[in-house]
């Protein structure tokens, strides 16, 4: 599977942005949906994860209560909505996929990989 996320920019603290991350190739519905992000200088981190029927998510604790991921199967497209955004959420967001929902925290256990999009949160 092919993925490509977009719809990063600049938006100030207490703003709003949505996320999508384009799927294309094998059957997108098959895979689970994870959104990690990597701020300058730091490793590249969880954010949230959803399962392949979306029954099911995950958010790391310091999105958790602002940020929300779906997914819509039919369009072959994940997104991910963050609200009430803050300085210290600016990073490159990028989104992957497994066959497996397994070790979802974990950067290594995603299999597959968008491009990243950049979201800076100004104060």
């Known amino acids: 599977v092919q993925l490509q996320a977009s719809g990063g920019g600049l938006v100030q603290t207490g703003g709003s942005l949505r996320l999508s991350c384009a799927a294309s190739g094998r059957s997108f519905r098959s895979y689970s949906l994870g959104w990690f992000r990597q701020a300058p200088g730091k490793e590249r981190e969880f954010v949230a994860h959803?399962?392949?029927?979306?029954?099911?998510?995950t958010y790391a604790d310091a999105v958790k209560g602002r940020f929300t991921i779906s997914r819509d199967n039919a369009k072959n497209t994940g997104y991910l909505q963050m609200s009430s955004l803050k300085p210290e959420d600016t990073a490159v967001y990028y989104c992957a996929a497994q066959v497996d929902a397994t070790r979802i925290q974990d950067r290594n256990a995603w299999g597959y990989w968008g491009q990243g999009t950049l979201v800076t949160v100004s104060s």
């Open positions: 959803i399962y392949w029927s979306g029954s099911r998510t």
